[in-house]
Nanobody, 124 residues
């Protein structure tokens, strides 16, 4: 079965950096986009970023543009999220998301597979 194993979450001060990674296994992921959503306590799960199956196009929520960078290594079936200039409002559980590449990256219902989530806490 498909497994998404996330790592790299933690606690950091505002202005700091973290890198998340998500290793996927259990099937062939060609033609699958990969990305990240996040969910803060009491809030809905929101789109953060996505990268298409070939790695040639990336998409970001306005709130993270210029601070976060997504990239993938298809040889390892792994997607990474480099988060710089972190803010307290970035605090959330971050979920790795894999979906057939339909171009509808921001829609929760389009996600085929979810990671278990990793906590990111940014202190002021």
């Amino acid at each position: 079965q498909v497994q998404l194993v996330e790592s790299g979450g933690g606690m950091v001060q505002a202005g700091g950096s973290l890198r998340l990674s998500c290793a996927a296994s259990g099937r062939t992921f060609s033609n699958y986009a990969m990305g990240w959503f996040r969910q803060a306590p009491g809030k809905e799960r929101d789109f953060v970023t996505a990268i298409n199956w070939s790695g040639t196009s990336t998409y970001y929520a306005d709130s993270v543009k210029g601070r976060f960078t997504i990239f993938r290594d298809n040889a390892k079936n792994t997607v990474y999220l480099q988060m710089n200039s972190l803010k307290p409002e970035d605090t959330a559980v971050y979920y790795c998301a894999v979906q057939f590449d339909s171009g509808r990256y921001a829609e929760v219902r389009q996600v085929d597979y979810w990671g278990q989530g990793t906590q990111v806490t940014v202190s002021s």
